[in-house]
């Protein structure tokens, strides 16, 4: 049998050659219940009370990509959570966003950090867009025992793409299956609201700074219609996550550059309601 460090009473050859560069299979052996996808399953489906984020929006532009996702997480329908933060930085050229089960879905997304930091450091080099979005699916697929009982958790991806000089969009459904969309896509209770507002305000040669102010239209859009979604709080100056990832990497909008685009939408649905129209022609 392996020695174990008298200190510790851990393996410590786990730490000095592991076998694997992906963090998460590395944890499954070493400490599995670390996992989110490998706790306890409940007896029976969990209620309502447990606080659920919704509705994240990402749209390509040339170039790169942006990502944007309210700020309310609801228990039934009860507001849980004014300004809870459901959009993060995956790596220097990527983001993620959660929809679904906030607590899972936020130890998820740190687990994903890791597990790309951890690649980087072990293999000297990033994983591709492409990888990353593969890895994000085995975790998701982890959490399918989960997601059974009530507690599911979907991401949407994003990533600069250095060969193709662009964004890329990935959404996921509760087993794992991975998807890449085209141009703009929207997931959490109110994305089919936001997905039309998209519909209409998507343009291929979009800006980045129209490409926020189009996510952050589509996210009024949906609070519009979805209860669960929040608008823009002038009051409480609570804004939604506004993040953009290009060559330059990762970045995420400045309170002010987002209130700024929040104060803009919000001003110009007094004269137009449902939002700026799209020409027919």
């Known amino acids: 049998m392996a020695s174990h460090d008298s200190h510790t009473g851990r393996l410590p050859g786990l730490f000095t050659s592991p076998d694997t560069s992906s963090f998460?299979?590395?944890?499954?052996?070493?400490?599995?219940?670390?996992?989110?996808?490998?706790?306890?399953?409940p007896v029976s489906p969990v209620g309502d009370e447990i606080p659920h984020g919704t509705t994240i929006v990402a749209v390509s532009f040339p170039g790169g990509v942006v990502m944007a996702g309210d700020r309310r997480a609801t228990a039934g329908n009860v507001i849980a959570q004014r300004d809870i933060e459901k959009v993060f930085r995956a790596d220097e050229f990527s983001a993620i966003a959660i929809a679904g089960t906030a607590g899972i879905g936020i130890e998820m997304v740190r687990l994903f950090q890791v597990e790309l930091e951890h690649y980087e450091k072990r293999e000297g080099r990033t994983l591709s867009v492409e990888g990353k979005a593969n890895r994000l699916a085995t975790m998701v697929r982890q959490n399918l025992a989960m997601a059974m009982q009530?507690?599911?958790?979907?991401?949407?991806?994003?990533?600069?793409?250095?060969?193709?000089?662009?964004?890329?969009?990935?959404?996921?459904?509760?087993?794992?299956?991975?998807y890449e969309e085209r141009d703009f896509h929207s997931i959490g209770s109110g994305s089919v609201f936001a997905r039309g507002s998209l519909k209409k305000l998507y343009r291929a040669d979009l800006s980045a700074e129209d490409a926020a102010l189009a996510c952050v239209q589509a996210l009024y859009d949906a609070a519009d219609d979805d209860s669960a979604t929040g608008g823009p709080d002038l009051t409480r100056?609570?804004?939604?996550?506004?993040?953009?990832?290009t060559s330059d990497g990762y970045r995420r909008l400045g309170e002010d550059e987002v209130g700024a685009l929040a104060q803009a939408v919000v001003d110009g649905r007094y004269d137009s309601p449902g939002g700026p129209t799209a020409p027919l022609r």
């Open 24 to 41: 998460t299979e590395f944890l499954g052996v070493y400490s599995p219940e670390l996992l989110p996808g490998r706790r306890a399953v």
């Open 150 to 178: 009530g507690l599911a958790v979907v991401p949407l991806f994003a990533g600069y793409d250095e060969e193709r000089d662009g964004g890329r969009i990935f959404s996921y459904d509760p087993a794992g299956g991975r």
């Open 237 to 245: 100056r609570i804004f939604p996550v506004v993040a953009s990832v």
